[in-house]
């Protein structure tokens, strides 16, 4: 079974600087998929960005990218120019590409900017 | 185009009692996923269904819960009997017909209270 790891539980990053989330799984696959998802306050689970595995070029959404490693099994999530609405609990996800859909998720890193 | 719908919001319910919680996919979706969170943890698939199938409900417990999506109205996650361990915040989220992504897009939750 896949497993998805979040190694800090907590991290602060002062307005307008740049922080990285870290995330690492464990498969045996070769392709599959790869989510980081936001939950602010409000509880509502919103998508930041996706990943394909077999694609090697890092996604990026605006100030969001990643830093996709996979023979590291590794996939961070950077977020530059913090603002105050980053501020959230950020998730790392996995899906596999197979017959089996839902998503694995890992325990989460609450994100704190200071003003 | 709304967003997944999920009602209530907010559900008490006495130990003994059932829980009936709704989830309206977005319009065009065709795949609704239910997870559950509990307190400081992260979602926890329980149960993946199409119109009329379940198709994995390998997350599901075995007992008291059960889950459903007719050709017609939301998909319903019955929960018989609560216990205050069924304490949490349940998640749906709904897909396309199946598309290279897939991606789920969420719920704002409903958050069951057991006293």
């Known amino acids: 079974a896949q497993t998805v790891t979040q190694s800090q539980p907590e991290m602060s990053v002062q307005e307008a600087e740049t922080v990285t989330l870290s995330c690492t799984y464990d498969t045996s696959e070769s392709d599959y998929y790869l989510f980081w998802y936001k939950q602010p306050p409000s509880r509502q689970m919103i998508l930041v960005i996706r990943?394909?595995?077999?694609?090697?070029q890092n996604a990026t959404e605006n100030r969001f990218s990643v830093n996709f490693q996979k023979a590291a099994k590794s996939f961070s999530l950077k977020i530059s120019d913090s603002q105050l609405g980053d501020a959230a609990m950020y998730f790392c996800a996995y899906r596999s590409s197979g017959s089996a859909r839902q998503l694995t998720f890992g325990s989460g890193t609450q994100l704190t900017v200071l003003p | 185009n709304a967003g997944v719908m999920q009602n209530p919001r907010h559900l008490v319910r006495r130990r003994g009692q059932e829980a009936r919680l709704r989830c309206s996919p977005m319009k065009g979706h065709s795949h609704v996923y239910w997870y559950r969170q509990l307190p400081e943890e992260g979602l926890k698939f329980m149960v993946y269904?199409?119109?009329?199938?379940?198709?994995?409900e390998s997350g599901m417990p075995k007992e008291r819960f059960s889950a459903e999506f007719p050709k017609e109205g939301p998909s319903i996650l019955r929960i018989q009997q609560v216990v205050r361990g069924d304490s949490a915040a349940y998640f749906c989220?709904?897909?396309?017909?199946?598309?290279?992504?897939?991606?789920?897009?969420f719920g704002p939750g409903t958050r069951l209270t057991v006293l």
């Open positions: 989220a709904s897909s396309p017909p199946l598309s290279t992504w897939d991606t789920q897009y």
């Open positions: 269904l199409q119109k009329e199938n379940i198709i994995d």
């Open positions: 990943q394909e595995a077999y694609k090697q």
